[in-house]
């Protein structure tokens, strides 16, 4: 017998598969709606993928824009988020993409409405394609939100803390100065600063305060969902798996909601063809495929995405948790990226456009180098700027980097070809002298000058020469965000699909652990989020429709 037939007026368990943005939002709203709700999260605290990011909700013609006068529409966002795909459109799912844009901005408010989250928008802070794509807008898409961790009260020290962004910091502080100075403190600082909670706990902070004041809703940390139970071909609980202790069977509806596949090795090699030492992660250690492997089990599908379109910046190894970092220096000046043939292949001022390029099936570029001068070094610091605490002028982590006097003398200790390498050099620091890079134009977007530049440097707050020795270079590794685009299949309502098309009944996916259909191949920061909130309201009110 089906839930359908059954005919009971209880609600049914609503059983969330982690603790992030999507699972906190998918329980928020059962619990609304009249449904006991379980949430289930593998590790000791709280937040997710969503703790460790930057906290940006990319929500086109919100309510926020439309108070401030700011000009938007959801047709000029379907205009953005198609032409963004246009490379690969059959990876585009249409009526996905319209229900995530029409309701998400109805979403932000509701959960505004519920007390969850008090959004503000990053201003200044233009669309990745902005101008030149179609529907592109130069302000007010982004919501994120600052939370007072005390609001919290025993949850506050179970909630993550984010060890890439500086907590207690504002977007208005990063955008009036270049990033890596901005990126000069840690979540790790005072406890006056760790009180008031930005990017990525800011906007988890106020889901998790709203989710544990509602009486329906139970969070069980350190307990992992093993399996699902299915019956029938429909999924009718999970098998919970407390660490240290037995586990046991929990029935109801299941929404998956774990995030992607970073910590498993196996599963990167499988879906992005990159080993040990190409890539590394920076979301939490507990985001090891969970979702992916139990949707496969009950007779979900995987759509499979071109690794070369994943979110993922270059980075490098790190002492800290989660044991990589993100390198944000990459798009400042006295700096590019070469192949191992001496050649740069992007505009190396753009983490999106490095992967793309790197990754091309057609052309792969790996391995590829970072490589930069001492003025660089001199002037933002070495990694630390960002998160290690390596001040500028400073001494770059052991087993990192590589230096010498001379570019040659760098090219053959790195392994890259030095007479490419040389003529690399040549014509990047003659273009630099007009601050106009003729080769890949880096520097010449306006989301690039705008977040990740130092305005200081002109006329091109990107773009420097490499010329000053010693010189310094480092292997790329690319940072997983628990963002492949590689997910479980999903219809729009973020139902799991088999195979064929068909519904796998009582399963649910929502956030990064679902493919991105609704945005394809298009990128921009804050889709994630946006899209993880939208879909657990949707899934959280399909269950309540049906159960």
Known sequence: MTRAETGTAERERVIVVGAGLGGLATAIQAAVRGHPVTVLEKGERVGG???YSGGQVWVADNHLQRAAGIEDSVEAAERYVRSGSAERPEFLDEDAMRQWLAAAPMVAEHYEKLGAVRWSTIAGYPDYGYPERPGSVADGRYLTAVFDADRLGEWRDRLLLSPHFPIGSTYQEVLAGHIATAFGSTAEGSTETNRLLTFGPGVVGGFLARAVAEPGVEILTSHAADDL?????????????PAGGEPFELRGRVVLAAGGI????????????LGSGEVGSCAPTTITGDALRLAQRAGGAVTVVPPGYAPMPPGYPSAREPGFAFWHEHSLPHTFIVDAHGQRFCDDSLYFDIVRRALDPDEPRMPCYAIWDDQHRQRYGTFGGATDGHPPDGQYPAGVVTS?????????RLGIDRDGLARTAARFNADAADGVDTEYDRGGTVWARTFASDPSHQPNPNFGAVDTPPFHGMPIRFMQV???MTGITVDSGGRVLDGTGAVVDG???????????TSGVGLNSGYALSR???LGYLAAQDIAATG
């Open 262 to 273: 970073d910590w498993d090795p196996v599963l990167v090699k499988e879906y992005l063809d």
């Open 532 to 534: 993880a909130m939208t």
């Open 404 to 412: 010498a006097g001379s570019l040659p003398a760098l090219a053959d």
């Open 49 to 51: 993928a969503a703790a």
């Open 507 to 517: 399963l649910y996916a929502v956030g990064s652990c679902a493919a991105f259909g």
């Open 229 to 241: 139970l299915v019956v029938d071909g429909e999924v009718v609980g999970a098998v919970v798996a």
């Open 482 to 484: 628990s963002v492949q």
